[in-house]
Structure formats: C-alpha cells, structure tokens
Nanobody, 115 residues
Framework: QVQLVESGGGLVQPGGSLRLSCAAS????????MGWYRQAPGKERESVAS??????YYSTSVKGRFAISRGNAKNTVYLQMNSLKPEDTAVYLC??????????WGQGTQVTVSS
C-alpha cells in the first residue's frame, strides 16, 4: 500500500505561481510512475504531468508552464506551476502506479486562479 498526501494549493492571481507537493509513504519500492491529474467542475479528469523513470510528460495545455520533479528521496513529487490561468482552476490529485498497475491516489488539493 502507498499513501499520498498533497499540499501547496490555494488562491493565486492569473500569471502567478504555485508549487504543489505530494508526499508518499508505504511500499514505494514498486512505484515506477508518479504524476498529477486535475479535476475541474463539470469536466473530465485530465492528466497534467507524469514522471516515469526520470522522463517527464505533460499535457498540451500546461507544457512550457508546469514542471514536474521528484525529490532526492524519491518519495516526493512536485508540480511547479507558473503563468497560471483561470482555466487551471481545479482540484489537483497526485497519483502513483506500482506493481501490476496498482494505482494510488491522494485526496487532492484545490487550486483556484482568480483575480
């Protein structure tokens, strides 16, 4: 089992920045993928960014503005979000994928971009 806890969300003005953190604990040895999804009201859950064996992947909507990284201890994943837009407003959820595709989710952190 893996437990994920997100932090760092909040209210920010358009053009601002936020850094999300996701702290993982438990059986991390099997985890080979970590990343972020987001869920906005009335919209489908969207994959935002992922990191797989050191390679990073981004959705078209955030590429060039967001950056995903893992901490040195590999049990933390970060999402640096720059040049935020109102359409980035959503609940951001951290996830991890381990052995046989077992997927774990955090509770989510709210990001609101508004003036």
């Amino acid at each position: 089992q893996v437990q994920l806890v997100e932090s760092g969300g909040g209210l920010v003005q358009p053009g601002g920045s936020l850094r999300l953190s996701c702290a993982a604990s438990g059986s991390m040895f099997s985890i080979n993928v970590m990343g972020w999804y987001r869920q906005a009201p009335g919209k489908e859950r969207e994959s935002v960014a992922s990191i797989i064996s050191g390679s990073t992947y981004y959705s078209t909507s955030v590429k060039g503005r967001f950056a995903i990284s893992r901490g040195n201890a590999k049990n933390t994943v970060y999402l640096q979000m720059n040049s935020l837009k109102p359409e980035d407003t959503a609940v951001y959820l951290c996830y991890a994928v381990g052995h046989l595709g077992a997927t774990y989710w955090g509770q989510g952190t709210q990001v609101t971009v508004s003036s």
